[in-house]
């Protein structure tokens, strides 16, 4: 199947990486049984509907440095990242204490020394941290709910804020749309599609 949704650069990812993320899955449906982390919580939908999922934006993540996942869940993507890129450092922000203690055990479990969790509302995290990070991301939120990660990336052009947007329950790859966030002097930011030749422009 992942021949079929990934290009080659992603589906190296996941290949090189599967056993660690089949582990993340089987921690994943554990947690969700103390704390409700995500909805589905049955192997294939995860890794079909999640995992998947978040690796198609593995390519926008800059080299090396830092990144930010804004209400992360269940980790989800801000763990899988983890995971393919060790060179990252990622904070997992969320401002549900339940989940931010679940998804900590799972990275403690799985001895990834790469992963910050920590336990905020962004707008008051924000206040310390602003463009503090390389890159800033929110998962399964609509297009004009951007604004929630930007404060956390840098407005010079240097790295993207990835955004995607989940369109239906379903979760299918024809259901999800990537965006990225780039500053803009008129409109303050511009969304970009990633899979249309389509720009939206609003300010952020």
Not at 17 to 34: C, F, P, T
Not at 47 to 73: K, M, Q, R
Not at 154 to 183: C, E, F
């Amino acid at each position: 199947m992942i021949e079929s949704l990934a290009p080659e650069e992603i589906k190296k990812y996941i290949d090189e990486n599967e056993a660690r993320l089949r582990q993340y899955v089987s921690l994943l449906i554990k947690a969700n049984e103390l704390a409700r982390l995500t909805g589905p919580s049955d192997e294939g939908t995860l890794w079909n509907g999640h995992i998947i999922d978040c690796a198609f934006a593995l390519p926008l993540l800059p080299a090396g440095g830092s990144v930010i996942d804004v209400g992360t869940g269940g980790g989800l993507p801000g763990l899988v990242w983890a995971i393919c890129r060790p060179g990252l450092h990622v904070t997992l922000l969320d401002s549900i204490t339940r989940k931010c203690v679940q998804v900590e055990r799972i990275a403690e479990l799985m001895g990834l020394s790469n992963v910050t969790v920590v336990c905020s509302r962004s707008e008051d995290y924000a206040k310390k941290n602003l463009e503090k990070f390389d890159a800033a991301a929110a998962r399964a939120v609509c297009a004009y709910d951007a604004c929630i990660p930007l404060p956390f990336a840098p407005r010079d052009g240097r790295s993207a804020v990835a955004l995607i947007k989940r369109q239906s329950d379903s979760l299918t790859r024809a259901d999800a749309a990537y965006y990225r966030a780039v500053p803009d002097e008129k409109s303050g930011w511009l969304l970009e599609s990633l899979r249309m030749d389509e720009r939206i422009e609003t300010t952020l």
